[in-house]
């Protein structure tokens, strides 16, 4: 499993090689292994193979080229680009930048070659197998922790086997043309698509690699001597007296409470 955290990353380049259907049953029954809210397992996939694959990819490149997106997305994924804050912000940038510049040489400036690049996700970068993942409407905000699991189960095990992935918000944008070709019921939210199967060795988008940052930036740890002092300090804090000044009796010191 650590092999597979290693080297799973979002693979933008697919080889046209078959994923047997088999295969992708098995890796959704290890996918539906994961924890969710009283075990409510609140998630439906979609998977689409050949004709019907290419047949949505049709309708949503239509739709991309013709309609454009939809008005409103189903449920709030993410921020506008100016209204991000520090530090995804600058994240989100250099992603945007190293994607672009350093991997595809498209420039900032070139917006036709950005929305290109931008229009393959609809044909799910060439992977033979699609994926779309909804979620329970009725779950709440859970649901969507429960999905992103399921996700990461998924996502693990394709690896594990060989296979590469993609996650994919872009989808949610044409949710009605998703709707119209899949029977996702009214009571089910879009959470997101997936792109399955063999990474192309040779494509240079899968030569990119992000960073992470280390384990020191966004843990904090609570040892117990720290526990003993905050909790003494906040004792004091919410009697009143001075930190420091109340003392802690040890649970075994063998004196008794007596009731007033």
Known sequence: MEEALDTRRSVR?????????????????LAAKSPSNSNSQPWQVHVLIGEAQSALTAALLHAHDNEGRAAENEYSYQLRPEDWAEPFKSRRREFGERLYGETLGITAADTAGRLAHHRRNYDFFGAPVG??????????????????????????????????????????????????????????????????????????????????????????????????????????????????????????????????
Do not use: W
Not at 13 to 29: D, G, H, I, N, S
Not at 132 to 158: E, H, I, N, P
């Open 13 to 29: 380049a697919f080889l046209p090689t078959a994923v047997p259907r088999p295969e992708v049953e098995r890796l959704l029954a």
């Open 131 to 260: 994926m779309f993942l909804t979620v329970s409407r009725s779950s709440l905000g859970g649901g969507l922790v429960d999905a992103g699991l399921f996700l990461q189960s998924l996502m693990l095990a394709a690896r594990a086997s060989g296979l590469d992935t993609c996650t994919q918000a872009s989808f949610i944008d044409f949710h009605p043309v998703l709707r119209r070709h899949l029977r996702i019921p009214d009571d089910q939210i879009i959470v997101c698509g997936l792109s399955l199967g063999y990474a192309d060795p040779l494509h240079p988008l899968n030569r990119l690699s992000m960073s992470r940052e280390a384990v020191k930036k966004f843990t904090t740890f609570y040892e117990d001597d720290e526990r003993s002092t905050q909790f003494t300090a906040g004792l004091s804090s919410v009697s009143g007296a001075p930190s420091g000044s109340l003392k802690q009796e040890p649970l075994d010191s063998g004196r008794g409470r007596t009731a007033p």
